[in-house]
């Protein structure tokens, strides 16, 4: 577990080093290299500064100092020297100097860790200012600006190193305004203003027993400290937990000399990006407000003016801003975002980075930067993610509610749907069928509810894990579902259902479903349908459509770099040919056990319980037949793996207790059906306590031979009338839950019998079929030297194969303790949404070497959820495997994931498992 945790946390610390340390370094000194040493706003004030840009003189006390503060819980030795010496060089640089009652230089101290971290850490402005030097700036810059700025002093050292509760100058704030009657503090006077410090100055005195020092240079040391502490916060500490960033790293202080943009008219702060992180479309983007300082712009507290009116009011410091600007972008090669401010007509620039940006501007950005010759279509990959592409593939909620979500659950498949809530599936159908938008809400589901979840636009269960047959079924169908939302108190008696603060609603009331956050919401929200999908649906972007065109370039450059190929898991032949228009380069699942869902369960019913045998085998082969027909003939030319039928058989037999209790009602009543007196017999003799682990895949081929013939005859027929069509049909056939390599022996000679005796029939050859085992057991893995001589194929059900790994219920995973783990720290991700590279992974790794060893042509590929995971592709990749395979709409982000997979190995100089490619 701590393998996992700390393999994919943001990088650690380095160890400390033994030379003499330098623990601060001056902006001219550094660079955007410097990152883990300079933190990111350090690195990126250096690297300003060294470009030439009007960047306030400063200097950066290193993360190494923090960490070394934080260790022994004393600033490191020579600290207090360097310091001194880098402030003394910004006093030459700003002809002013430090506590100096005259004219005096106020410094600001500012936090910058390497990962960025918003206001997650603190910051004092305005160090400098005493009793005596607040006279000095009042006559150089008015006494209400001299006032505001020491009052702020007061109140953000009385918060941030004395621990003063901030509402308690709040209030006093609140009362200053309402005595003068002024509608905002922008609007207090000078007089007022002084009068508020005094009283914020009792305020800290009352609160910490400690006033503001008097002595610039305690106050600057004592911020120092403060920042290094503030990297343990508690907010601090959870964000780094909900981000994966290493707990070691600290964070570096910036010391930048105070520039004002609350001067006065002509000065103000703003902060802007090299492009609009909205949507991508080039050119400047962001917003001014004059005569403020760059938190007012942050805070919102005004409203902003933009960029076009900043060129009204001052047109020179607007023409060099975009001077900078378009410097900035060109020297990154990406969209930056930048903080500036003017200080009476002085421009200056305060903080620069790497912008974040929407899953639409970040697929736009990248393919504009590379029509300007900026970056290389692999750097464009490398920049987009598939998590972002999956943002963009479906439906959204153009706004959210303003209600409380009646219930929030697992995000099991993406989308948003609004419809009438039915606690049923023959409710669900019967409103579909006149028309009515309907949502399925379930306890959990069953394969009786399929009929339902087809008819429903969502599905919502109460119970369940993001494997459990709801979400696995969801996905596949392209069908919003929330899985696991276990507030959702369901009473199929009285028809309604109960959630959050004990809303009730009744069925037939409307829900919206959001199957990307696990929010449901009662009532209506508005759909927007995704333009991305559809274009990548249908080869190509509506004309003016930059974002999908994009999307689409980038999908098509990472088919050619990839080294895995994609393929789908469908079922049905509609499936296939949707995963074939999304790029799926065939099937690598077809669950046979989902073709018989609904009103063809009782075909399966019937062969176990032996009733009515012949005809029941009959007519699954005839409904196989055709369906494998579909699907072949979706994916002609490409190959479709089928696999033998696999459910737990719980799922397929009638329930055991409702039986008992019919047969003993009958018997109350004095006559029982003889009939159903002996399927009673027969369902009891078939009962298991654990089914998830028993009768189902090969065992059931083998104990119930019949099926297996029966399909086998099913997809060689299928393949000679296709071959007769004159089509090039690629069938595989792959063997569930194998555990030992006798069971896929003797599987293999009936499957061999069988498609011998169907070609036998037809007077011609026998069509070559793979042969391929699943990989979904701990020891199927463990002996895969010896079930890789015995087929042509291994495919991992990573869903089962977890499941069996960690002793965890794919069904049940989180309605039991999983969620309580996740809260103690204990586990990060989800291990059946994630691959657990340490523990499932290694499975895969080893089964895959040992595989290839004993026979070179073997192919590897997964079938699990995980084919679709953008991490866990990365996985699949650096393990060399040949596929991976996906619901339909996963096909895109899983072909996106693949390239760039290679793109980023190459980056880091690492091949994939060569022993086993
Ligand atoms: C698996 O176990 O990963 C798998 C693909 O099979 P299923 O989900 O149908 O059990
Ligand atoms: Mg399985």
């Given at each position: 577990?701590?393998?996992?945790?700390?393999?994919?946390?943001?990088?650690?610390?380095?160890?400390?080093?033994?030379?003499?340390?330098?623990?601060?370094?001056?902006?001219?000194?550094?660079?955007?290299?410097?990152?883990?040493?300079?933190?990111?706003?350090?690195?990126?004030?250096?690297?300003?500064?060294?470009?030439?840009?009007?960047?306030?003189?400063?200097?950066?006390?290193?993360?190494?100092?923090?960490?070394?503060?934080?260790?022994?819980?004393?600033?490191?030795?020579?600290?207090?020297?360097?310091?001194?010496?880098?402030?003394?060089?910004?006093?030459?640089?700003?002809?002013?100097?430090?506590?100096?009652?005259?004219?005096?230089?106020?410094?600001?101290?500012?936090?910058?860790?390497?990962?960025?971290?918003?206001?997650?850490?603190?910051?004092?402005?305005?160090?400098?200012?005493?009793?005596?030097?607040?006279?000095?700036?009042?006559?150089?810059?008015?006494?209400?600006?001299?006032?505001?700025?020491?009052?702020?002093?007061?109140?953000?050292?009385?918060?941030?190193?004395?621990?003063?509760?901030?509402?308690?100058?709040?209030?006093?704030?609140?009362?200053?305004?309402?005595?003068?009657?002024?509608?905002?503090?922008?609007?207090?006077?000078?007089?007022?203003?002084?009068?508020?410090?005094?009283?914020?100055?009792?305020?800290?005195?009352?609160?910490?027993?400690?006033?503001?020092?008097?002595?610039?240079?305690?106050?600057?040391?004592?911020?120092?400290?403060?920042?290094?502490?503030?990297?343990?916060?508690?907010?601090?500490?959870?964000?780094?937990?909900?981000?994966?960033?290493?707990?070691?790293?600290?964070?570096?202080?910036?010391?930048?000399?105070?520039?004002?943009?609350?001067?006065?008219?002509?000065?103000?702060?703003?902060?802007?990006?090299?492009?609009?992180?909205?949507?991508?479309?080039?050119?400047?983007?962001?917003?001014?407000?004059?005569?403020?300082?760059?938190?007012?712009?942050?805070?919102?507290?005004?409203?902003?003016?933009?960029?076009?009116?900043?060129?009204?009011?001052?047109?020179?410091?607007?023409?060099?801003?975009?001077?900078?600007?378009?410097?900035?972008?060109?020297?990154?090669?990406?969209?930056?975002?930048?903080?500036?401010?003017?200080?009476?007509?002085?421009?200056?620039?305060?903080?620069?980075?790497?912008?974040?940006?929407?899953?639409?501007?970040?697929?736009?950005?990248?393919?504009?930067?590379?029509?300007?010759?900026?970056?290389?279509?692999?750097?464009?990959?490398?920049?987009?993610?598939?998590?972002?592409?999956?943002?963009?593939?479906?439906?959204?909620?153009?706004?959210?509610?303003?209600?409380?979500?009646?219930?929030?659950?697992?995000?099991?498949?993406?989308?948003?749907?609004?419809?009438?809530?039915?606690?049923?599936?023959?409710?669900?159908?019967?409103?579909?069928?006149?028309?009515?938008?309907?949502?399925?809400?379930?306890?959990?589901?069953?394969?009786?509810?399929?009929?339902?979840?087809?008819?429903?636009?969502?599905?919502?269960?109460?119970?369940?894990?993001?494997?459990?047959?709801?979400?696995?079924?969801?996905?596949?169908?392209?069908?919003?579902?929330?899985?696991?939302?276990?507030?959702?108190?369901?009473?199929?008696?009285?028809?309604?259902?109960?959630?959050?603060?004990?809303?009730?609603?009744?069925?037939?009331?409307?829900?919206?479903?959001?199957?990307?956050?696990?929010?449901?919401?009662?009532?209506?929200?508005?759909?927007?349908?995704?333009?991305?999908?559809?274009?990548?649906?249908?080869?190509?972007?509506?004309?003016?459509?930059?974002?999908?065109?994009?999307?689409?370039?980038?999908?098509?450059?990472?088919?050619?770099?990839?080294?895995?190929?994609?393929?789908?898991?469908?079922?049905?032949?509609?499936?296939?040919?949707?995963?074939?228009?999304?790029?799926?380069?065939?099937?690598g699942?077809?669950?046979?056990?989902?073709?018989?869902?609904?009103?063809?369960?009782?075909?399966?019913?019937?062969?176990?319980?032996?009733?009515?045998?012949?005809?029941?085998?009959?007519?699954?082969?005839?409904?196989?037949?055709?369906?494998?027909?579909?699907?072949?003939?979706?994916?002609?030319?490409?190959p479709?793996v089928?696999?033998?039928?696999?459910?737990?058989?719980?799922?397929?037999?009638?329930?055991?207790?409702?039986?008992?209790?019919?047969?003993?009602?009958?018997?109350?009543?004095?006559?029982?059906?003889?009939?159903?007196?002996?399927?009673?017999?027969?369902?009891?003799?078939?009962?298991?306590?654990?089914?998830?682990?028993?009768?189902?895949?090969?065992?059931?081929?083998?104990?119930?031979?019949?099926?297996?013939?029966?399909?086998?005859?099913?997809?060689?027929?299928?393949?000679?009338?296709?071959?007769?069509?004159?089509?090039?049909?690629?069938?595989e056939l792959m063997?569930?839950?194998?555990?030992?390599?006798?069971?896929?022996?003797?599987?293999?000679?009936?499957?061999?019998?069988?498609?011998?005796?169907?070609?036998?029939?037809?007077?011609?050859?026998?069509?070559?079929?793979p042969l391929g085992t699943m990989i979904?057991?701990?020891?199927?893995?463990?002996?895969?030297?010896?079930l890789g001589?015995?087929c042509d194929f291994f495919s991992?059900?990573?869903?089962?194969?977890?499941?069996?790994?960690?002793?965890?219920?794919?069904?049940?995973?989180?309605?039991?303790?999983?969620?309580?783990?996740?809260?103690?720290?204990?586990?990060?991700?989800?291990?059946?949404?994630?691959?657990?590279?340490?523990?499932?992974?290694?499975?895969?790794?080893?089964?895959?070497?040992?595989g290839?060893?004993?026979n070179?042509r073997l192919e590897v590929g997964?079938?699990?959820?995980?084919?679709?995971?953008?991490?866990?592709?990365?996985?699949?990749?650096?393990?060399?495997?040949d596929y991976?395979?996906?619901?339909?709409?996963?096909?895109?982000?899983?072909?996106?994931?693949?390239?760039?997979?290679?793109?980023?190995?190459?980056?880091?100089?690492?091949?994939?498992?060569?022993?086993?490619?």
């Open positions: 577990m701590t393998d996992t945790v700390s393999s994919t946390t943001r990088s650690s610390a380095p160890p400390a080093t033994v030379t003499a340390a330098r623990w601060a370094q001056a902006f001219a000194d550094g660079s955007r290299d410097m990152a883990d040493l300079l933190g990111g706003k350090g690195a990126g004030l250096a690297e300003m500064t060294s470009l030439g840009l009007p960047v306030p003189p400063g200097f950066t006390i290193t993360t190494a100092a923090c960490r070394e503060y934080l260790r022994s819980g004393v600033l490191p030795q020579g600290l207090a020297a360097e310091v001194a010496h880098h402030v003394h060089q910004m006093e030459e640089a700003t002809g002013r100097s430090l506590g100096d009652p005259g004219d005096p230089m106020l410094v600001a101290v500012r936090s910058g860790a390497r990962f960025s971290m918003p206001g997650m850490m603190d910051t004092v402005l305005d160090i400098g200012l005493t009793d005596r030097s607040v006279v000095g700036l009042a006559a150089r810059s008015g006494e209400r600006f001299a006032w505001d700025c020491y009052r702020r002093l007061v109140q953000m050292y009385g918060r941030t190193v004395l621990g003063v509760e901030g509402d308690l100058f709040e209030a006093a704030l609140t009362r200053a305004r309402k005595r003068t009657g002024v509608p905002d503090d922008a609007a207090l006077d000078g007089p007022t203003l002084r009068a508020l410090v005094a009283e914020f100055r009792a305020i800290l005195v009352a609160s910490s027993g400690r006033d503001l020092p008097q002595d610039p240079h305690e106050q600057l040391d004592e911020a120092v400290r403060a920042v290094f502490a503030s990297w343990n916060s508690p907010r601090a500490r959870l964000y780094r937990s909900r981000e994966g960033i290493a707990e070691d790293l600290g964070t570096a202080v910036n010391v930048v000399a105070m520039v004002f943009g609350n001067a006065g008219a002509r000065s103000g702060a703003g902060v802007c990006f090299t492009r609009d992180p909205a949507t991508g479309a080039p050119g400047a983007f962001g917003e001014y407000l004059p005569n403020a300082q760059g938190e007012d712009v942050v805070a919102g507290v005004r409203d902003t003016l933009s960029l076009a009116s900043l060129a009204e009011l001052d047109a020179d410091s607007h023409r060099r801003l975009l001077q900078h600007l378009a410097g900035l972008e060109a020297h990154y090669g990406d969209l930056c975002d930048v903080e500036f401010t003017i200080e009476e007509g002085r421009l200056w620039i305060l903080q620069t980075r790497i912008g974040k940006r929407t899953p639409a501007a970040a697929f736009r950005i990248a393919c504009d930067l590379v029509d300007e010759g900026r970056i290389t279509l692999d750097e464009a990959l490398r920049r987009v993610e598939g998590a972002q592409l999956e943002t963009l593939l479906h439906p959204t909620f153009a706004v959210h509610a303003v209600a409380q979500p009646l219930a929030t659950g697992l995000p099991a498949s993406p989308g948003a749907a609004v419809g009438q809530v039915a606690l049923d599936s023959a409710t669900a159908v019967s409103w579909a069928a006149s028309g009515r938008p309907v949502v399925l809400v379930r306890p959990e589901t069953s394969p009786d509810d399929l009929a339902g979840m087809v008819a429903a636009l969502a599905v919502v269960t109460a119970r369940g894990g993001v494997t459990s047959h709801a979400a696995v079924v969801a996905r596949g169908m392209g069908r919003t579902c929330v899985a696991g939302a276990a507030e959702l108190h369901i009473d199929l008696v009285e028809r309604s259902v109960t959630g959050r603060d004990d809303i009730r609603i009744e069925e037939g009331d409307v829900v919206s479903v959001d199957g990307s956050t696990g929010d449901v919401y009662v009532g209506e929200l508005a759909v927007r349908a995704s333009p991305v999908a559809e274009a990548i649906e249908a080869g190509r972007a509506a004309g003016d459509d930059v974002v999908a065109a994009s999307v689409r370039r980038l999908l098509a450059h990472a088919d050619n770099q990839a080294a895995l190929s994609v393929r789908a898991n469908a079922d049905s032949g509609a499936d296939a040919a949707l995963a074939r228009r999304l790029g799926a380069q065939g099937v699942l077809c669950r046979t056990e989902h073709t018989l869902l609904g009103d063809r369960r009782a075909v399966v019913e019937n062969i176990v319980l032996d009733h009515e045998r012949d005809q029941a085998l009959a007519r699954l082969q005839s409904l196989h037949r055709n369906d494998f027909l579909d699907v072949l003939r979706a994916m002609d030319t490409l479709v089928v696999r033998l039928l696999d459910p737990p058989l719980h799922e397929f037999l009638p329930d055991l207790t409702a039986l008992s209790v019919a047969v003993a009602q009958q018997e109350m009543a004095g006559a029982v059906d003889p009939l159903l007196r002996a399927r009673l017999a027969a369902v009891e003799h078939w009962h298991e306590s654990n089914p998830m682990l028993g009768l189902r895949g090969v065992r059931l081929a083998i104990v119930v031979p019949e099926v297996l013939e029966v399909q086998v005859r099913a997809l060689t027929e299928a393949v000679l009338d296709l071959r007769a069509e004159g089509r090039r049909p690629r069938a063997i569930p839950f194998v555990a030992e390599a006798a069971e896929l022996a003797h599987v293999r000679d009936l499957v061999q019998r069988t498609i011998a005796a169907v070609a036998a029939v037809r007077g011609v050859d026998a069509p070559t079929i979904e057991l701990p020891r199927a893995a463990l002996t895969a030297a010896e001589v015995e991992f059900g990573t869903n089962d194969l977890t499941q069996t790994t960690w002793g965890l219920s794919r069904d049940d995973a989180e309605s039991g303790f999983l969620p309580a783990y996740r809260a103690a720290g204990l586990l990060r991700t989800d291990p059946f949404a994630e691959i657990d590279e340490a523990g499932v992974g290694r499975l895969v790794r080893f089964a895959t070497r040992e290839r060893a004993v070179p997964v079938c699990g959820e995980h084919g679709g995971d953008p991490a866990s592709v990365r996985f699949f990749d650096s393990v060399g495997l991976v395979s996906c619901s339909p709409w996963r096909v895109p982000v899983a072909r996106l994931e693949a390239g760039r997979a290679t793109v980023l190995r190459t980056v880091a100089g690492s091949a994939p498992d060569t022993d086993s490619r």
